[in-house]
């Protein structure tokens, strides 16, 4: 059994300490011993400060943050050098930003990496996080090519995210009308992009129900949707259900699991074509697919469902299909072929 610590920047409600979390837990089932590092907060730096505000307003929410769902320790450092490792402890940086912690490391431990994307205008942070031998792993297929172009034979492979199946499905009679998507402001996510799209359906279709869901504020050009924050998983499972389409309009994406969610919930993917969702959707098999930044292109591919309800149906079922592909069983299983091909890398 192996020692392993995942090296998170903290507690927040993003998908990679969601999928941090929940691989975290898998591996201790299966008898591993396992817990999360998280840089201690500086309250007196502009970015600590901002870091405790942005925390407490989370912490604040009945529903925010996944740490406290993990199930093993957590411990936060200074230096990750502070803490104490057993002999051949599997350090993993999952993220970009985390990469720089580790590899500063001077304990004799087995240090990796964890790609979960990349940035759409990566910094220089970000481009110097991937290069040299540390080995990596990443969770999309369609990622290595560009992980291998950077850090050649340091990419091991790909480990997966998956869908809790019990958690997201579709709900029998559920009364499908609407078109839903998330909403994140960040600029990987082309959020000019999503509110565009659905301002131009909400106004071509105003009978069309929208549901969008996010950790953040609405914005005001979003004042036609039904919107909600933070929602926990029953609620998200309902919203999902009362979409005939799920709207993704993401530059980039690791591989992302609102799609999963959306897919095993019955709705019909339209997405840009980022690596990520690519991994997933196989345009006109299992969902559509429109170039990145092509507003007009995604207007057509909902419209196109919106008048064609056997396409739509036709597409979710090979969606349900596709998603039995992507199941969290299957990712830790080759999380754990790496934890064993790691020391000989």
């Known amino acids: 059994m192996a020692t392993v610590t995942f090296a998170l920047p903290g507690d927040f409600r993003s998908g990679g300490v969601r999928v941090t979390v929940i691989m975290a837990n898998l591996l201790r089932d299966r008898g591993h011993t396992v817990r999360i590092a998280c840089p201690k907060v500086r309250p007196f730096s502009i970015d600590g400060l901002k870091r405790l505000v942005r925390q407490r307003l989370i912490r604040s929410n009945r529903n925010a943050g996944f740490l406290h769902q993990f199930r093993g320790p957590i411990e ?13 402890e599997i350090v993993i940086a999952v ?3 985390m990469v720089a912690d580790v590899r500063g490391m001077t304990k004799p431990v087995i240090k990796a990496r964890f790609n979960h994307g990349f940035a759409a205008k990566p910094d220089a ?36 995210n998956g869908v809790d199946t019990t958690a997201y499905y579709a709900e029998p009679g ?35 129900p929208q549901h969008v869901f996010s950790t953040e504020p609405a914005p005001p050009e979003l004042g036609h949707v039904a919107y909600t924050r933070y929602p926990p998983v029953d ?7 009362r979409c005939k389409i799920w709207l993704v309009t993401s530059l980039t994406e690791g591989l992302p699991g609102v799609v999963l969610e959306a897919m095993a919930c019955g709705c019909t993917i339209v997405t840009s074509d980022n690596d990520g969702s690519l991994e997933i959707i196989r345009d006109g098999v299992n969902g559509l697919v429109t170039p990145r930044g092509d507003r007009e292109g995604f207007v057509r591919q909902v419209e196109r469902l919106l ?39």
């Open 76 to 88: 936060a450092y200074g230096k990750l050098d502070d803490l104490t490792f057993a002999p051949g």
């Open 95 to 97: 993220g970009t930003y």
């Open 125 to 160: 942070i970000q481009a110097k996080a991937w290069d040299g031998p540390m080995p990596t792993i990443t969770v999309s297929r369609t990622l290595l090519p560009q992980l291998r172009k950077i850090c050649g034979d340091a990419a091991w492979g790909v480990v997966p």
């Open 174 to 208: 559920a009364s499908r009308t609407g078109i839903g998507a998330l909403y994140n402001p960040h600029p990987n996510k082309a959020p000019e992009d999503l509110i565009a799209v659905l301002q131009t359906l909400h106004a071509k279709h105003p009978d069309v």
């Open 235 to 241: 609620e998200a499972r309902a919203l999902y259900n």
């Open 307 to 345: 008048a064609d309800d056997l396409l739509r149906r036709q597409l979710a079922a090979a969606g349900d299909q596709t998603i039995r592909e992507f199941t969290w069983d299957r990712a830790a299983d080759r999380m754990e072929e790496f934890l064993r091909a790691v020391p000989g890398l």
